[in-house]
């Protein structure tokens, strides 16, 4: 019966937007978050930024331990903000007014917004000559854009609908797919490590090259991987069941992003140690041969599995900017804005390669944000927040409107971030990353400077109200 209560609940549309998730809609369970975040990252990018250090000139050991330290560190912020959400029942951007003022949070909302409309079109074009490699491996010879279209549209259409019924919903599909898909992980990774020959100790990378490569891969799927996810995470948390403990939240959602991400790119690393570098497509039939239908499963599952998030946030974004209107109706026109950029994509696919190299190196303002949140959050709230305030007009929230510290020190962030940062756009590689042989600091650069600027500028240039009371729920 429970079960049945719980579907019934998934397929009914969720009415929560951004205003706090009440108690009794607080449903959710550590478990239940674990797949949600793990089915998000258990997806063929990972595997493929994997084989990164090996084509940068790390050994397979190396690889492995920059993989390992960097998801440590990475997946511990985000199990920070995680708690932010539990402990408040409140999404990321509306959380971020208490930095950034009434309407200062504007500036990471609307970035938080752009980002992931982007990424809601990009990921699923980023899969598609993947799955139409599979097919041909698979028999159908002559897979061209008809089926590029008929196979995008489709997961594009699964996604949406999702996104668009709610949490709930997006729970539920990760609850009953994750374990599968992630069956489908360890079976491949046997089929894989038994195919291919793993040379665990070659180097090519020596002295400075070395240096940059490892980070390179800090930034690539090291810690920055998990300081990506940073945006989006409270947006679910909000939804655990208040009883549960802060350190539980913490711990499951940190395993969450950590042993999906290291796995797969050690996985992807094997690969490529035992000379198979090529093209994606090649990458996956080269390995996993005759396994290659549950392999299209978690192909086409991983696209949907992280859009629903970016779906889901990137609606929550425009509702924190204060657009008034329902939140699925604002799901309706970011997912024809995502299928219109999808479509496009499919249409120039070197456009599209373009602005996914450009797409996956801006994300660095997202540690620029989060060293004013932590500083914020940490230092000067204690980890409370003052709930209602979040939601009071620009005139009367003790946060004030706009607090100039907040915004000063994420755009200096920024800036630093991209000088020491060494994205695959030509434009996006700074000065001070070119000038130290190519090495990329730009999430330590970012975070560091937009935290301590907030630190030092916030007591100057903060409106909030003094002695306001600071309460959570």
């Given at each position: 019966m429970e079960q049945q209560g719980e579907l019934a609940a998934a397929v009914t549309l969720d009415e929560h937007g951004i205003a706090p998730v009440r108690p009794e809609d607080r449903t959710s369970t550590p478990w239940r978050q674990f797949w949600i975040w793990a089915g998000a990252n258990i997806a063929p990018i990972n595997w493929i930024l994997g084989a990164l250090g090996i084509i940068l000139g790390l050994s397979l050991v190396e690889t492995l331990v920059v993989l390992v330290i960097g998801n440590v560190v990475g997946c511990a912020f985000f199990g920070l903000f995680c708690v932010m959400g539990h402990r408040t029942g409140v999404n990321q951007m509306v959380l971020s007014r208490a930095a950034f003022g009434r309407r200062g949070a504007y500036l990471p909302a609307v970035a938080q917004l752009l980002m992931t409309m982007g990424w809601l079109g990009v990921n699923t074009w980023v899969v598609l000559d993947l799955v139409l490699g599979i097919f041909k491996h698979m028999g159908y010879d002559h897979p061209g854009t008809g089926t590029k279209y008929a196979v995008g549209i489709g997961i594009m259409a699964v996604q949406v609908v999702i996104a668009i019924v709610g949490f709930y919903l997006i729970q539920a599909f990760e609850k009953y797919t994750v374990p599968v898909a992630g069956l489908i992980v360890i079976v491949m990774s046997i089929l894989a490590w038994t195919k291919v020959n793993v040379v665990w100790t070659h180097s090519?990378?020596?002295?400075?090259?070395?240096?940059?490569?490892?980070?390179?891969?800090?930034?690539?799927?090291?810690?920055?991987?998990?300081?990506?996810?940073?945006?989006?995470?409270?947006?679910?948390?909000?939804?655990?069941?208040?009883?549960?403990?802060?350190?539980?939240?913490f711990w499951t959602t940190w395993s969450a992003i950590l042993i999906p991400t290291v796995w797969l790119g050690f996985l992807g690393a094997s690969i490529a140690s035992g000379g198979v570098q090529n093209d994606p497509a090649d990458f996956v039939t080269a390995a996993f041969g005759g396994f290659s239908?549950?392999?299209?499963?978690?192909?086409?599952?991983?696209?949907?599995?992280?859009?629903?998030?970016n779906l889901y946030s990137a609606t929550l974004a425009a509702l924190s900017i204060d657009i008034k209107a329902a939140r699925w109706k604002v799901s309706v026109v970011v997912s024809i804005v995502g299928t219109g950029a999808l479509i496009w994509f499919i249409q120039d696919s070197n456009w599209a390669n373009k602005f996914d190299e450009w797409l996956a190196s801006v994300v660095l303002w997202i540690s620029a944000w989060?060293?004013?949140?932590?500083?914020?959050?940490?230092?000067?709230?204690?980890?409370?927040?003052?709930?209602p305030a979040l939601y009071a007009s620009p005139s009367e929230s003790i946060y004030?409107?706009?607090?100039?510290?907040?915004?000063?020190?994420?755009?200096?962030?920024?800036?630093?971030?991209?000088?020491?940062?060494?994205?695959?756009?030509?434009?996006?590689?700074?000065?001070?990353?070119?000038?130290?042989?190519?090495?990329?600091l730009s999430w330590l650069t970012g975070f560091g400077v937009a935290a301590i600027l907030y630190y030092v500028l916030r007591p100057f240039l903060a409106k909030e109200a003094q002695g306001a009371a600071v309460t959570t729920p």
């Open positions: 090519t990378a020596h002295g400075a090259d070395k240096l940059t490569a490892v980070t390179q891969l800090l930034t690539a799927i090291g810690v920055g991987w998990g300081i990506t996810w940073l945006t989006w995470s409270s947006d679910y948390t909000r939804f655990i069941k208040p009883s549960v403990p802060d350190r539980k939240v239908i549950p392999i299209l499963f978690l192909v086409m599952h991983g696209p949907v599995a992280t859009n629903i998030l989060a060293g004013v949140m932590c500083v914020d959050y940490l230092v000067f709230r204690r980890g409370k927040i003052d709930i004030g409107d706009v607090n100039w510290a907040a915004v000063i020190g994420m755009l200096a962030g920024v800036v630093a971030g991209w000088a020491w940062g060494y994205g695959l756009v030509g434009f996006l590689q700074g000065p001070i990353a070119k000038a130290t042989h190519n090495v990329d």
